[in-house]
């Protein structure tokens, strides 16, 4: 194998298990110039430098104290590395002039980030220290020659707890060979877990291990953009030479380093952060971006630090299955996943007579959904195999053909809106007009701006909604919800998708006939989504939903049935009308419906208006109590 084709993640290995060996040196030298050194940084103060701050990933943990967000011992020189700055730089000059120890990796090549910028800082050279520190760094730098390096987000996964606000990753190309066999680096936790309630609550409290990884880009593509159907953006950063060393630097610091993984604070997309801001240490990137970090958020960070001089969208193997679809007849479509899971052969091609655009998109379109089918376990690979041979062969015989189905480009999500938001508005409802405000954590609602989220979801955690009565002053709860999740998929001849809605939080609600008040709420609703054309979403979900408090007969109201509505979207504008009907099992003539209708028009990326009105009738025993609703509020991101 050719030395260039070496791929990085090897490299890694080799280094890591593969100590360095070193003839046996005069230690008494060397232990004076680390004591000059020491004392030579401490007048310094470089402890206080905020690039050493970087490099070890230190952390405000009170006045005057600082903590490192790495838990792994084996990444500090001190024992009291963690906590303490000082101490730790002083540990690591000491290693740095340390003798070698055979069987074990010296210092000065574990951590070549910490290694270039003290000797930088204090006038050392290689041949002041008993190890050459670069020796390593350097023959993998000539090997990996590495060219542009992008930031990558994948589109948020659905499907996937672990996904649902999309991913970071870094890709590094290698010059002079194509970007598909570059090399991506990814923070990510370690577990055999991915759903479930325990995986959940483990990745809200640092129940795992988070390590960088490595892995080809081709791999990358293949899990996100083919197996979990996921659009993915590329991000060309506008890195110096000098800055790329900076960073490849520190992700060789990290190798092997475990952290704890938050799920909502320091994830995939914030740990990536102490790389950019190890190359360009003046956007203090991890400042700016902190608290609950969304992988969107960091883009949008990244991009507004002129980090960035191009990007591309790479479309999805479902995105490109959508497209092509569009080109054909329902008739051709049918023929199409006929074809692909068997039930056809090449040799009942019924469209011979159409034009050879037609028939070129047929196949390409064939020869896509046959790699989903593959991907996702629903054929066999000795089914797969002859069926792809033959749709090729079959494409291949039209040469090279242009046809007209090209990918609608969604937006980007550097353009996404704030996470967090705050609206006020006012309305009416069942107990009088109010002055309301709604403030939410983050991160998207339905309605809003999907650049960055999947189109017509809802990703919604802490949002409060408060009112106000103004003749009586008397202020009440409307929900206080602890998350709302809404994935709609859409479905089509190809694809089934599962709709799916969850709901967790304090929410008023009406009981038998009372007014409202505030109970527990949870509700889950399952079912389906298509999309006739491209401005418009219909969707159907059966499910339950349950309210929790002590005023209820057993404490508990539960409700079992339905909503079905539809969403619209003409440019900034959308629309959605949804109808609701539930009934109590245990009281058969008790019926809840709602009929609402919601608008919400973005007016900049981040602000907007929306208002809406609903009727919510509770019927029990033949009496209706009816209930109609409206509301107006102006919404801002930040």
């Known amino acids: 194998m050719h030395k260039a084709t070496v791929s990085l993640t090897i490299l890694l290995l080799l280094i890591r298990f ?77 290693a740095f002039f340390a003798l070698p120890v055979e069987g074990e990796r010296h210092a000065a090549a574990r951590f070549p980030g910490r290694y270039a910028w003290l000797c930088r800082k204090l006038g050392l050279q290689t041949q002041d220290f008993p190890y050459d520190g670069d020796a390593e760094y350097s023959s993998l730098i000539k090997l990996l020659r590495p060219g542009s390096i992008y930031l990558v987000f994948p589109s948020g996964y659905m499907k996937n707890p672990a996904s649902v606000f999309g991913h970071t990753l870094i890709l590094v190309e290698t ?35 988070g390590y960088y990884g490595f892995s080809p880009y081709y791999e990358k593509i293949k899990e996100y953009a083919n197996m979990d159907m996921r659009d993915m953006w590329e991000y060309r950063f506008n890195f110096t030479e000098e800055e790329k060393d900076r960073l490849l630097r520190h992700l060789l610091d990290m190798t092997g380093i475990y952290s704890n993984y938050y799920f909502i604070s320091e994830n995939c997309s914030y740990n990536l952060l102490f790389l950019i801001e190890a190359a360009r240490p003046e956007t203090k990137i991890t400042q700016v971006v902190s608290g609950v ?79 989903y089918l593959l991907n996702n376990g629903k054929i066999s690979p000795e089914e797969y195999r002859p069926r792809y041979v033959e749709v090729l062969s079959e494409r291949r015989k039209l040469g ?32 009088g007009n109010y002055l309301g405000f709604n403030c939410r954590l983050t991160a998207h609602e339905q309605l809003e701006n999907s650049a960055g989220y999947s189109d017509n ?7 409060v909604d408060g009112r106000l009565r103004p003749m009586t002053n008397e202020f009440y709860l409307k929900h206080a919800l602890l998350a709302d999740i809404i994935s709609l998929p859409v479905s089509d001849i190809y694809f089934f998708n599962s709709a799916v809605r969850v709901s967790f939080g304090l929410k008023s609600s009406a ?5 409202e008040n505030l109970a527990l709420n949870l509700k889950f609703l399952y079912g389906t989504s298509i999309s006739p054309v491209s401005w418009i979403q219909l969707y159907l979900m059966a499910g339950a939903d ?68 609903s009727l919510n009738i509770n019927r029990r025993e033949r009496r209706s109590l009816y209930r109609p609703e409206w509301y107006f509020s102006v919404n801002a991101f930040f």
């Open 18 to 94: 593969f100590p360095a060996f070193s003839e046996p040196v005069n230690s008494g030298g060397y232990e004076k110039s680390a004591e000059f050194a020491v004392k030579k940084a401490q007048e310094m103060r470089l402890s206080e430098d905020p690039y050493w701050h970087t490099l070890l990933h230190y952390k405000p943990a009170g006045e005057g104290r600082y903590k490192s967000l790495i838990d792994d011992p084996k990444f500090f020189c001190a024992k009291n590395g963690k906590t303490d700055p000082a101490a730790e730089l002083s540990a690591t000059l000491k």
């Open 175 to 209: 010059e002079g060979r194509p970007q598909l066999l570059a090399n991506s680096i990814s923070y990510g936790a370690i577990t055999t877990l991915n759903t479930g309630f325990v995986y959940a609550l483990l990745g809200l409290v640092g129940g795992f291990h």
């Open 293 to 371: 970090v969304e992988p969107v958020a960091t883009i949008k960070a990244m991009y507004s630090a002129g980090l960035y001089d191009d990007f591309v969208y790479r479309p999805s193997l479902f995105k490109r299955i959508e497209t092509l679809k569009t080109a054909l007849s329902a008739e051709q479509n049918r023929y199409v996943k006929s074809l692909c899971t068997g039930k056809k052969t090449v040799k009942d091609f019924p469209f011979e007579t159409s034009d050879k655009e037609t028939q070129a998109v047929i196949w390409e379109i064939s020869a896509e959904y046959l790699q």
């Open 400 to 431: 090279a053909i242009k046809y007209d189905a090209k990918t609608e480009i969604p937006k980007a999500p550097h353009t996404a809106h704030g996470s967090k938001k705050i609206a006020l508005g006012c309305g009416k409802d069942a107990g």
């Open 457 to 463: 979801s809802q990703l919604l955690f802490f949002n």
């Open 511 to 515: 009981y038998k006939d009372k007014d």
């Open 546 to 613: 349950a309210y929790f408090n002590h005023e209820y007969d057993y404490y508990t109201d539960l409700r079992a049935g339905g909503e079905t509505g539809f969403i619209t979207t003409f440019g900034a504008w959308k629309n959605k009308i949804q109808a609701e009907i539930f009934q109590t099992p245990l009281d058969p003539q008790h019926l809840f419906i709602t009929f609402s209708a919601d608008e919400e028009v973005s007016l900049s990326q981040n602000s907007a208006l929306k208002a809406g009105c």
